[in-house]
């Protein structure tokens, strides 16, 4: 390509094509005023006019579309704003569901052991929390108490008051409230307590260690 040709395309050439036909323009419709005004002198639109329309041509232009892009981006948020907002919770649920899936993998008999195991280690606490989820598990295996991830230990209560007997459970699920809510200290003692209430439900007579 020439630089002749080069310089026809440009946009300082465009541009000053742009100006002049928006000059032209305007004195066309000048000129139609013109029969109707004996001798006027003939209108010529100077230099500066015509930049000074361009450049408001040019802001009104820019101005409407940021106007525009604002409408477009409040309309996206009010359809899927809500969306984006709660993405942290809908992780957070996903993360809790398979956990939850995780823990009914869990059999009876592993939770029973993994109990037994902690209490020779010492460590009461996950020693009766096991008994815990052994409880919830059995529940969960003969249908009483599917596992659902939003069940919380007062729902859990309220299922088992119509067992017989239900003190052991209510003990348990007492006991879980105190690991997960309080600093009480699990004593060797109270293990023991929730080792003969997991006995007492556990109508195959297995028993916890």
């Known amino acids: 390509m020439s630089a002749e040709a080069f ?18 323009w305007l ?19 100077p230099s500066w006019l015509g ?4 450049r408001l041509l040019q802001g009104t232009f820019w101005l409407m579309l940021v106007l525009l892009v604002a ?21 957070r649920n996903r993360v809790a569901k398979s956990t939850a899936t995780k823990v009914t993998e869990v059999t009876v008999s592993e939770w029973l ?11 009461y606490r996950e020693a009766c929390r096991c008994l815990y989820m052994a409880m919830l598990q059995r529940l ?9 991830p939003s069940r919380t230990d007062g729902e859990y209560q309220q299922v088992v008051q119509v ?27 109270v293990f023991d307590e929730c080792q003969q209430a997991y006995r007492e439900i556990n109508v195959d007579g297995s028993q916890a260690g």
């Open 163 to 189: 067992l017989e007997p239900n003190q052991p459970y209510e003990l348990l699920l007492t006991t879980h409230k105190r690991l997960c809510f309080g600093n009480a200290e699990i004593t060797p003692e």
């Open 7 to 24: 310089e026809k395309t440009n946009w300082g050439w465009q541009w000053q094509q742009l100006q002049q036909r928006v000059g032209e």
């Open 27 to 45: 004195e066309l419709q000048f000129s139609q005023f013109k029969p109707n005004i004996p001798d006027a002198p003939a209108v010529s639109l």
């Open 71 to 91: 409408w477009v981006g409040w309309q996206l948020w009010e359809l899927w704003g809500h969306s984006v907002t709660a993405f942290p919770s809908l992780w």
């Open 140 to 148: 969960n295996d003969t249908g009483i108490a599917p596992h659902q």
């Open 51 to 54: 930049d000074l329309l361009w």
């Open 113 to 123: 052991k993994r109990s037994q195991v902690f209490q020779r280690q010492g460590n």
